[in-house]
């Protein structure tokens, strides 16, 4: 299987495109890429954004090592990450790292000045680069650089360091080609500081490690630039006070036309990235506040007003154009769509565009608006890619849907239910609890450990699109929308509720049965693909005319 993907998620917006990416793989898709080595990197160590990702895939990695062969959890994931270290007093701002007041401190204040405004060169780092992507790209270069020179120096510290292990296996990929793929937004901070640079900082790197013993023109370099897409408060006047820099949303709008000029026109990228996906949103009225408010019914319980700078405060709904990120990803790495040779002959930086999505009160979403570009097969015993994404997400929300209809969330209940009906399947506490986090964490969890649900990631990804346009009836994937519901009393998966000839559990069991087997078992990879096989037998025609096809 392919060794030579990698995948760079950068700031929140690049955390959140990673978490789609990592629940895609959850749910089936993406297998033919066998591995992804993904570094997960940000300058904000306690941003929720970056935590929610990272603990999804040790989520992830810890579930696919225990269950074999399952469709389930489909892409191997290695996990690195770097967090470039603002903390210390001699590294907090931009004055302390350049080491402004030493030698000719007149001078050197004279020369920064030319480039950055006071403002820029004291605010402190430890919340990110806050929109000042040309002092976020200049300082990112170096944090990457200083990495690798300390590794080399140190053999204790090369042990642990992660950005090191990451670009060394890029060197070792380099023997036959390494794929670079990254993930970050146009008008923010750290995603967009670190684009323009990754591939240079990357190959500087590479030639560190290798001694010079390294070809740039077998590293190929793609990534999404996301346009603005959503807003929050401005900062309050205190805030602007106290702060100095601060990002505000109202100016992302002119920061992505920036980036875009940039991206399109500027040399060096046109030099080092083969492709470039360029995805935006017919309206960029996802309101956080309004959001969190009315999907996630969460209050202002710190009292926090105007704009949340970072750290544990910030986290972002998920969206469908991250979804479309995770898209363009696979459509870079995957040798059905992006050929080794096709990649060889791109001269110049090609651009994708997903501009698809045009509404005026009501916007329709169809699998084939996911991807890139269609499977060119015609090996009619395939499903087409396009049918695949919708089957897979179905099989896997349904399961979510039982587990918290029936069972309080937990796997490990399911299987107790079945071995009443002689499917015994072994599954250790840790796995269970593994496991029934992934699940609830991808459809919803309680809120607060009582009673009402908070939505999961692709809830989120469709209650957003409430929010912004409205949805209902079957404008998603053709799925009636009352599918996506996630409040307590409408978890009961609608594929089982047919006709009410028969109980939902009734018709569930007795499907399982004689799709599987009458006495099955085996370890939690076996109970995954005959869940998966279950819910797959079950049709969406079946749903959407709710006739009973047993």
Not at 97 to 107: T, V
Request: charged share 25%; proline share 3%; glycine share 6%.
């Amino acid at each position: 299987m392919a060794n030579n993907n990698f995948l760079i998620a950068a700031g929140g917006t690049g955390m959140r495109c990673l978490q789609a990416f990592v629940n895609l793989c959850a749910i089936g898709m993406y297998k033919e890429l066998g591995k992804v080595h993904v570094l997960l990197m940000d300058t904000d160590e306690e941003n929720k954004d970056k935590r929610n990702a990272e603990n999804l895939i040790q989520s992830y990695r810890k579930i696919r090592n225990s269950i074999g062969g399952s469709e389930y959890f489909s892409c191997d994931i290695e996990l690195s990450v770097f967090v470039p270290d603002y903390s210390k007093d001699d590294r907090r701002n931009f004055v302390m790292l350049s080491q402004l007041e030493r030698g000719a401190s007149d001078i050197n204040h004279k020369l920064a000045n030319i480039f950055y405004e006071d403002a820029a060169q004291e605010f402190n780092l430890s919340h990110g680069y806050r929109a000042q992507t040309h002092l976020g790209s200049y300082l990112m270069y170096h944090a990457f650089i200083e990495e690798i020179k300390k590794a080399i120096s140190n053999p204790v510290y090369q042990n642990s360091s992660e950005l090191y292990k990451f670009i060394k296996d890029i060197s070792t990929a380099n023997e036959s080609e390494a794929r670079v793929f990254a993930f970050g937004s146009s008008f923010g901070g750290t995603g967009a500081s670190s684009i323009p640079i990754i591939p240079k900082a990357i190959s500087d790197c590479a030639k560190i490690i290798t001694g010079g013993n390294i070809n740039p023109d077998k590293i190929y370099y793609s990534g999404v630039v996301l346009s603005n897409y959503f807003k929050f408060s401005s900062p309050t006047d205190t805030q602007k006070r106290d702060e100095k820099v601060i990002a505000d949303s109202q100016f992302f709008s002119h920061n992505s036309a920036a980036a875009l000029n940039f991206y399109v026109n500027d040399f060096t990228i046109s030099k080092t990235y083969k492709r470039l996906y360029l995805l935006g949103w017919p309206k960029a009225d996802v309101d956080l506040e309004k959001y969190k408010s009315e999907v996630l019914q969460a209050q202002d319980t710190n009292n926090v007003a105007g704009t949340t700078t970072g750290g544990k405060l910030q986290e972002n709904p998920a969206h469908l154009l991250e979804v479309f990120a995770a898209s363009a990803a696979h459509h870079f790495f995957s040798p059905t769509f992006t050929g080794k040779d096709e990649l060889k002959n791109i001269a110049s930086t090609q651009f994708q565009y997903k501009s698809l999505l045009e509404f005026d009160d009501r916007l329709v979403i169809e699998a084939d608006d996911i991807l890139f570009k269609k499977s060119d097969t015609n090996d009619i015993t395939q499903i087409p890619y396009h049918e695949e994404v919708r089957k897979n997400l179905i099989s896997f929300y349904s399961l979510a849907k039982l587990l918290r209809a029936k069972y309080d969330g937990n796997i490990n209940y399911l299987a107790d239910d079945l071995k009443l009906y002689n499917s015994k399947y072994n599954i250790t506490d840790e796995i269970s609890e593994t496991l029934s986090y992934f699940i609830n964490y991808f459809s919803a969890y309680p809120k607060d450990g009582g009673k009402d649900l908070v939505p999961g990631w692709f809830s989120q990804v469709f209650s957003t699109l409430k929010i912004s346009v409205g949805v209902e009836g079957k404008e998603f994937l053709g799925i009636d929308s009352n599918y996506f519901k996630y409040s307590t009393q409408d978890w009961f998966v609608p594929y089982l509720e047919l006709n009410g000839k028969k109980s939902p559990e009734d018709i569930f069991i007795t499907k399982f049965k004689k799709i599987n087997g009458n006495e099955v078992g085996g370890e939690i990879g076996e109970m995954l693909e005959a869940l998966r096989k279950t819910f797959n037998s079950f049709t969406l025609d079946s749903y959407n005319s709710k006739e009973d096809t047993l």
